[in-house]
């Protein structure tokens, strides 16, 4: 089952903060989030790992709540750059194997 | 470090002819490819998840004799769509990535589109 993403759409003024949650049904080894651009492969933003954990960098950082099986995603202070759709990528152990699927999705508009 | 090439960027075909696309990681061995493919508006879906040297494990619903998958080295796999028809024109992406804890490294996507 596909991971939600909330809120589906925002749209911001730079220099705004959003924040972009990924639900998952299932237990979670691992959660990635990536940007995507228009017509462009998803860009690789971070990685959080089973144990809980917190990443940041510059001004976009995550959480993983393991046992919520839920991930945020935190962007403060945006610039126009960060407009695209955010996805949250999770693996979770299903039927013997690592599973990956990719969440619903959200899709950020900063204007100027 | 960790680049992803696919080839080509665009493709347009004919209904009824067959379409590879290749999927390069560049600087680093891959034990394991995914191809997705993507529909406008829409999150990646999951066709099959490739590895070296071993059959590819389709998702539900994805028909391995029309998306037939070739894994034949740590840094190459292909996919080739037979005898493509309109519906599956689509934005087909594929990853990379070196183990279980890893990310995935996506290819820049090919734009298939079938007349």
């Known amino acids: 089952q596909q991971p939600v993403q909330s809120p589906q759409a925002v749209i911001l003024r730079e220099g705004e903060d959003a924040v972009i949650n990924c639900s998952s049904s299932k237990a979670l080894y691992s959660v990635h989030w990536y940007r995507q651009k228009h017509g462009e492969a998803p860009v690789f933003l971070m990685i959080?790992?089973?144990?809980?954990e917190q990443k940041g960098h510059d001004k976009i950082s995550a959480s993983f709540n393991e046992k919520k099986q839920q991930s945020s995603l935190y962007l403060t202070a945006s610039q126009l750059s960060y407009s695209g759709t955010y996805f949250c990528g999770t693996e979770a152990y299903t039927s013997g194997t690592y599973k990956y699927i990719f969440g619903t999705g959200t899709r950020l508009k900063v204007l100027a | 470090g960790a680049v992803v090439s696919q080839h080509p960027s665009w493709v347009i075909c004919k209904s009824g002819t067959s379409v590879k696309i290749e999927c390069r990681s560049l600087?680093?061995?891959?034990?394991?490819m995914f191809w997705y493919r993507q529909f406008p508006k829409q999150s990646l879906m999951l066709m099959a998840t490739?590895?070296?040297?071993?059959?590819?494990?389709?998702e539900q619903g994805v028909e391995k004799d029309k998306f037939l998958i070739n894994h034949a080295s740590l840094t190459l796999s292909t996919l080739t769509v037979t005898s493509a028809h309109p519906e599956d024109s689509s934005f087909y992406i594929c990853s990379a990535r070196r183990g279980l804890a890893d990310t995935q490294y996506f290819g820049p996507g090919t734009r298939l589109t079938v007349l």
């Open positions: 490739s590895n070296e040297g071993s059959k590819a494990t389709y």
């Open positions: 600087d680093f061995q891959a034990t394991t």
């Open positions: 959080l790992l089973k144990g809980g």
